[in-house]
């Protein structure tokens, strides 16, 4: 059973930077698309960034440019590094992995394994 740890969230001011952690035990090798999701109170959940098993990365147009996702195939770890942190961009920030070697990257529903989330909360 792959299990999915966050770890990073926090508290910043508006321009700020943060780095999101994701590890991943319990199966990881079978993980062909990792990726990061929020949700928002009151908001449904949606695609920030994914990057596949070989590298190739997806964005939202929301973070584009300022988020970067990057993936360690060797420690089993995901990052999402988040610069020019906005006050829109506060949310609940999960972790999600696919089996699946053919994803809709930023499509939740792609994705059958899911961390418990960490808050990250940007302050005007």
């Known amino acids: 059973q792959v299990h999915l740890a966050e770890s990073g969230g926090g508290s910043v001011q508006a321009g700020g930077s943060l780095t999101l952690s994701c590890l991943a035990s319990?199966?990881?090798?079978?993980?062909?698309?990792m990726g990061w999701f929020r949700q928002a109170p009151g908001k449904e959940r949606e695609g920030v960034a994914s990057?596949?098993?070989?590298?190739?990365?997806e964005y939202s147009d929301s973070v584009k440019g300022r988020f970067t996702i990057s993936r360690d195939n060797a420690d089993n770890t995901l990052t999402l590094q988040m610069n020019s942190l906005k006050p829109e961009d506060t949310a609940m920030y999960y972790c999600?992995?696919?089996?699946?070697?053919?994803?809709?990257?930023?499509?939740?529903?792609?994705?059958?394994?899911w961390g418990q989330g960490t808050q990250v909360t940007v302050s005007s």
């Open positions: 999600a992995a696919a089996t699946s070697s053919t994803v809709a990257p930023l499509w939740a529903a792609s994705y059958n394994y």
């Open positions: 990057t596949s098993r070989g590298g190739m990365t």
């Open positions: 319990g199966g990881a090798p079978n993980l062909n698309f």
